[in-house]
């Protein structure tokens, strides 16, 4: 009784309850998003805007790098730091920000010719986001590794209140796509404002004016890289699928997708306190080894739940969230729910190595997500064949990561039960 006490108020479930109940709001916010958008919107204008999130998701992957270079550092600092880490990282992005945005600017005639999507809009929202969410990242990083979870989950749900509420607005006015990346644009900012609101009450005075990052780049550049993998392999399949396939077809697969991505994002929402623990515990075996195994226990009752429900409902959940004009879209749903409870195991594995700042992780993402692509670019006859590459893909590059990460004075094998 005493050890389930103990692990009853283990940091790990209490920031997991707290984001929990944050994920649970902004999750059911975010299912009332899908619901409109998927019914006010036409199938291939459902298509398009799952196809911009893909994007988007992609795209991130460098404010991803930038969030979790926040944590490892201002994780490390002392209470009255905090502050002066938060403004060396934003001195930090005053370049890259500005910068990436206008190459990805440049870069839209080939996404205009690549995804058969011609609105400028699309392409000037998505450059918006991603500017913003640099600083959005470093807040989001200073809240997490000062375990401030209430504050990450508490702007997460406002920010997908706001959006969800104008982007419905203006769906029913009439403005279909454009009202969806307005609404998108106006949330990002408010929510943004927030973050920046609560950095100042959390940590007004700034006592170290000039404080020194040291490794600042090398451990961006190494989360950068190892998110872009883990995000391009449940992003780019909907982008080939977008690019192989009619717009029709294209907003059936991106409706099994939004499905498994629920699975695979309530099961990875630990990770947002793991992570952070995997950190702080790198020193302390007996605790790194805990937060590991619950971490893993609570990915794989989550992915075997979904899979289960996806296998006997597959129907009425689409029927729920999108009504009968999406019915054909069901025999993908099982399927994508495997190869969703599989990527979050990965991506658990991943995040671990990441907190070590062991460089193997990109090994064994690389090779699930080149596999990836070269499956779907050779057997892409069927919707279910594009998620059955997927799943292949993904149990490889889990196969190298068991193989990678046993061995070793830091291998999984030294935190085994």
Known sequence: MRYFLRLFYHPLFRG???????????SLLGYFFHVFSGRLLSTADYGILESFLALLYIVSVFTGAVSLTSIKIIGGLGDN??????????????????????IFLAFSPFFMHFLHITM?????????????????AIYGGAFSSRLRFEAAAGVSVFQTAVKLILV????????????????????SILGLLLSFWLVNKFWPVRVISHLHLNGFWHFSILSLGLNFLAT??????ILLVKHFFTASLAGLYASASVSGKAIFFAATIVLGVAYPL??????KPRQEKLAFWLTFGFIVTVGTGGVIFFSVFPHLWLSLLYGQRYHAAAPLLPLFALFMSALAVLNLLMQFTLARKDKRGLYFMGLA???????????????WLVVFDSLIATLLGLLLAVILLLPGEKGLLKILP
Request: positive net charge; aromatic residues 14%; glycine residues 10%.
């Open 16 to 26: 997991s309850f707290i984001l929990f109940l944050g994920s649970a709001a902004g």
């Open 278 to 283: 995997f950190v702080k515990y790198q020193r």
């Open 120 to 136: 400028p809009l699309f392409y000037i929202t998505l450059v918006v986001l991603l500017f913003l969410g640099f600083w959005g």
């Open 369 to 383: 997500f080149g596999v990836q692509i070269v499956l779907i670019l050779l057997w892409h006859q069927t919707l």
């Open 232 to 237: 391009s392999l449940y992003s780019t399949d």
């Open 81 to 102: 730091q905090v502050r002066s880490g938060i403004s060396a990282l934003e001195r930090k992005v005053l370049i890259p920000a500005p910068l990436l945005s206008v």
């Open 168 to 187: 419905t607005a203006l769906l029913m006015l009439g403005w279909r796509l454009r009202g969806v990346f307005i609404g998108m644009i106006i949330s």
